[in-house]
């Protein structure tokens, strides 16, 4: 089983370091490409510290570094993102959709429920879950207090059908 974080060797740093440098951004900046609330992880990696495997990778992928190059004792058992375990559909095959929304979803499900399942307020101090915020939304084909009616219905009604409360 391969680690969940990696390090960057001291070569790895220096390569890192200059490719940082010729973008011409923050550590804040990078931050945000990889969208990370923090430059924390981003100075981590460049000090030589362990940092979260995906955001390592993601740091490499935008500074057009290969990870591999950059860590200190890569693990040999892990894939590059870019490169697939799944076979390539070749043009003739007609896949099925759902099946590959599926795979995807499985594959992915995880990475953006961590990026994206949870919001920072500006009223609540703590993070808020999406599902805990979600609103069903019923929608009116019609607004009530839009509808006209014909005069000839508004004459055929009856002063027995309207509550005496509502005259007064």
């Known amino acids: 089983m ?10 790895g740093i220096q390569r890192a370091k200059r490719a940082f440098a010729l973008k011409g951004w923050t550590q804040e900046n990078l931050a945000g490409e990889v969208n990370l609330k923090t430059r924390q992880p981003i100075w981590r990696l460049f000090t030589g510290q362990p940092v979260d495997r995906q955001i ?8 057009a570094l290969d990870w591999r190059d950059i860590a200190s004792n890569p693990p040999e ?10 076979p390539i559909l070749s043009e003739l095959d007609e896949p099925d959709i759902d099946a590959l929304v599926a795979a995807v979803r499985s594959q992915h499900r995880e990475t953006i429920q961590q990026r994206c399942g949870i919001l920072q307020l500006l009223d609540i101090h703590h993070p808020v879950n999406l599902d805990d915020i979600y609103v ?18 508004l004459n055929d009604l009856a002063l027995s059908d309207i509550p005496l409360n509502d005259l007064a």
Do not use: H, Y
């Open 56 to 63: 390592f990778m993601d740091v490499c992928q935008i500074l």
């Open 136 to 153: 069903d939304v019923n929608i009116l084909e019609e607004l009530a207090s839009q509808q006209w009616g014909e005069l000839k219905t």
């Open 77 to 86: 058992d892990f894939p590059d993102p870019d490169e697939s375990s799944e």
């Open 2 to 11: 391969s680690k969940r974080s990696l390090q960057a060797s001291p070569a």
